[in-house]
């Protein structure tokens, strides 16, 4: 069965600092993998995705997530985040075969700017 | 284009009563998917529609919960006899296609269940 494994529960930083927040795969087979956005009162929505090629991939507002495949690894991180950037981070994978229509989430992660 | 849309946002029942959720998809999606969120965990799949029928029913927690969908369009997630332990948030997302390729998964704003 797939599994999707995010490292961190609670992320705070201040204005300007760096994020990478981890994510971890396990899937017997080639993968499809997005990271999902909740933004306060707000529907998820799909931050970035990676279906195959280059291994970095770039987002909207600035974000990107590398695909370490020897890794199982998909982090997402950008260089300076911005208190608008406070949300629920969610990484999540589907099988290329069989039942590829399916999300698999990790847990989120809660990620907070302060000013 | 409007997105996808569920009611209610919010609904509060008692211990044992029947519930229906409704999803309304984005028009002209073929796929439609129900998910739940329960406190502290990721997005846990509950059943995915391909048309009218489901062809995989098998994140549906217990035989207390079906759904159903009709005309290709509106969903409908029924949980009988509600438990305690299933207040949570279930949100629905639709996509153009489901198994055939990869659509992205546009999903609504959820309804948050919660059983006294």
């Known amino acids: 069965a797939q599994s999707v494994s995010q490292h961190n529960h609670h992320v705070i930083l201040s204005e300007a600092a760096s994020l990478e927040l981890g994510c971890n795969y396990s899937?017997?087979?080639?993968?499809?993998l997005f990271w999902y956005v909740q933004y306060p009162g707000q529907h998820l929505q799909l931050l970035l995705k990676?279906?195959?090629?280059?291994?970095l991939v770039k987002g909207i507002k600035g974000f990107e997530a590398e695909f370490i495949k020897s890794k199982f690894s998909f982090n997402l991180r950008k260089p300076s985040v911005q208190w608008s950037d406070t949300a629920e981070y969610f990484c999540?994978?589907?099988?290329?075969?069989?039942?590829?229509?399916?999300?698999?989430f990790g847990k989120g992660t809660l990620l907070t700017v302060n000013p | 284009g409007a997105g996808v849309s569920q009611s209610p946002s919010n609904k509060v029942t008692e211990k044992g009563k029947d519930v229906e959720l409704r999803c309304d998809p984005i028009?002209?999606?073929?796929?439609l998917y129900w998910y739940r969120q329960s406190l502290g965990q990721g997005l846990e799949f509950l059943i995915y529609?391909?048309?009218?029928?489901?062809?995989?029913k098998s994140g549906l927690p217990s035989d207390r919960f079906s759904a159903e969908r009709t005309g290709g369009s509106v969903s409908t997630l029924t949980i009988q006899r509600t438990q305690q332990e299933d207040s949570a948030v279930y949100l629905c997302?639709?996509?153009?296609?489901?198994?055939?390729?990869?659509?992205?998964?546009?999903f609504g704003p959820g309804t948050r269940l919660t059983v006294l």
């Open positions: 028009s002209g999606h073929t796929a």
């Open positions: 990676y279906f195959s090629g280059d291994p």
């Open positions: 997302a639709s996509s153009l296609e489901g198994a055939v390729g990869y659509n992205e998964q546009f």
């Open positions: 999540a994978v589907n099988g290329k075969g069989g039942s590829n229509y399916k999300l698999t």
């Open positions: 899937y017997g087979g080639t993968v499809n």
């Open positions: 529609f391909q048309g009218n029928s489901a062809p995989d």
